[in-house]
């Protein structure tokens, strides 16, 4: 009983306050992102198609309402939420070289953190005053909230290899951490279609928006700052900055130096990078797609889009044990490249079979096969990087495989924006997708035996160990060859 008790008792994470920060800020961070986004972009499309005089409802005798040809502020109201990722992704790959820089070179790793945030937060609120007369300035706002979003994470993952030393107790914590961001996700959107559903305003798209933008604040702004203000500590700099260089141009010559590196002599890790870059840009555009599909072609509603959205985070979790298991049955590559068929033939499957309003079970089938292949992606991807770099240049790679994952994560949703702003039918622009899970399976086939590779980074590892045994060697017989003001023995 007593040791019951001492172990109730027991801080979480053995009262390291850097990751229970990390743990609070992940859960709020996934609520701030994800949950609001879900109801403010359904709002969004259909403000703009009312301000651009679009019919919004069905007429009598007809299955579907008349296609919104209409323009506002140069666009159609479908192109606004896939022109808000385009641009975001955009930025952020043009940024994230410089903003690594300012984490890794500076003493302001907390600074940025902290005033990231704050700005992230005040966004939110503003978005909480949502009109139909003012949707245009949130759509703007929307753009800072998620750059300043963006930034904020970037410098929470700096303090993430720095929790702890032991490298087992690091992956256990990982692992929790994604847990309860995915709880946190799904108690936030269950608490949502509850409350929409119970009070009636599950079609009233302005009011699921405030009520998501009040809710989300609510959460995130205690969570922010007591960890940035409580929980998290100053940090020096990673390494210096090398004397003539500039935090502006530094991160772009790492990327030049390190693509050339891989390119010379890693051919399976390039070859897996090129498909991080393909695959991750399909993955992460089919929210911002899909959202934009089931809203305007599917004219879901608010809380419907919300059901949609759990039943992709819910049916994550299965993807993961589904990644767990299949590595049982086969390597690594061919689990991600199996992942990637089911994806591709699921996104074709959604374009042969959703066309029109009244789809919704055939629409929450989709997403929650897409969630599955979102889990399942995520877990063996992670599993298999760790397995094909070189141990003694894990920092510095897997800081390139983060660069990767969001290169050109804006480029499907361009790809879609231009197909819409041209006429072309949306079941055409969301069958672009596939064209990226397809590309992810040739660039996996051609990084060769997954043995090869492994070997090839064990080697590597090897080689580099004892190269680095050999210059602690040579310092220790260079420190014993001088006197203690550093000078040569006159035995020498």
């Not at 499907?412 to 992810?440: C, D, H, K, W, Y």
């Not at 045994?469 to 260079?478: R, V």
Request: hydrophobic share 50%.
């Amino acid at each position: 009983m007593a040791a019951r008790r001492q172990h109730a008792l027991c801080p979480p994470y053995g009262g390291n306050k850097e990751a229970l920060g990390w743990a609070l800020n992940g859960a709020a961070r996934m609520i701030a992102f994800v949950g609001p986004g879900v109801f403010l972009a359904t709002a969004i499309i259909n403000l703009a198609k009312k301000e651009a005089g679009c019919v919004l409802e069905i007429p009598e005798g007809s299955s579907n309402a008349p296609e919104c040809n209409e323009r506002i502020y140069g666009l159609r109201p479908s192109s606004f939420i896939t022109t808000y990722g385009t641009v975001v992704g955009l930025i952020s790959a043009v940024c994230l070289p410089v903003v690594g820089a300012v984490l890794d070179h500076t003493r302001r790793r907390r600074l940025v953190g902290l005033v990231s945030s704050m700005i992230h937060i005040a966004c939110m609120f503003a978005q909480i005053f949502l009109t139909e007369n003012n949707w245009f300035m949130m759509v703007l706002i929307q753009i800072v909230a998620a750059l300043a979003g963006w930034m904020h994470t970037l410098a929470v993952y700096a303090y993430l290899p720095e929790l702890t030393d032991d490298p087992d107790l690091l992956v256990s914590w990982t692992a929790n951490f994604q847990m309860i961001q995915y709880a946190s996700l799904l108690l936030f959107l269950m608490y949502m279609l509850g409350i929409l559903y119970a009070t009636g305003y599950n079609d009233d798209d302005i009011l699921s928006a405030r009520i998501s933008m009040i809710s989300s604040t609510a959460i995130a702004m205690p969570s922010y700052l007591w960890t940035w203000m409580g929980l998290m500590k100053a940090r020096d700099a990673f390494h210096p900055l090398p004397e003539g260089s500039s935090l502006w141009t530094i991160g772009f010559q790492r990327v030049y130096n390190t693509s050339k590196k891989i390119c010379g002599r890693y051919r399976a890790l390039m070859w897996f990078l090129i498909n991080v870059m393909i695959v991750e840009a399909g993955q992460a555009s089919i929210a911002s797609i899909a959202l934009t599909y089931l809203t305007d072609t599917l004219q879901m509603s608010t809380a419907e889009n919300g059901i949609a959205i759990l039943l992709l985070f819910a049916f994550g979790i299965l993807g993961a044990l589904v990644a767990k298991k299949s590595v049982n049955f086969m390597n690594p590559i061919y689990s991600n490249q199996l992942c990637q068929v089911v994806t591709g033939a699921n996104t074709a499957i959604a374009v042969i079979i959703l066309y029109g309003p009244g789809q919704q079970i055939q629409a929450y089938i989709v997403a929650s096969v897409w969630g599955i292949c979102a889990g399942w992606k995520i877990c063996i991807e992670r599993f298999t990087i760790c397995q094909i770099i070189p141990k003694n240049q894990d920092a510095e790679l897997m800081g390139f495989y983060l660069f990767s994952s969001q290169v050109l994560i804006w480029f499907p949703t361009l790809i879609f924006t231009a197909m819409n702003e041209a006429g072309v039918n949306q079941r055409a622009g969301l069958s672009i997708l596939i064209a990226f899970f397809l590309g992810g399976i040739v660039s996996l086939w051609m990084m060769g035996p997954y043995e090869e590779a492994v070997s090839l980074a064990r080697e590597e590892s090897d080689m580099l160990h004892d190269q680095s045994n050999i210059a602690e060697q040579e310092l220790d017989e260079e420190e014993k060859s001088t006197d203690g003001n550093g000078k040569m023995s006159i035995c020498e």
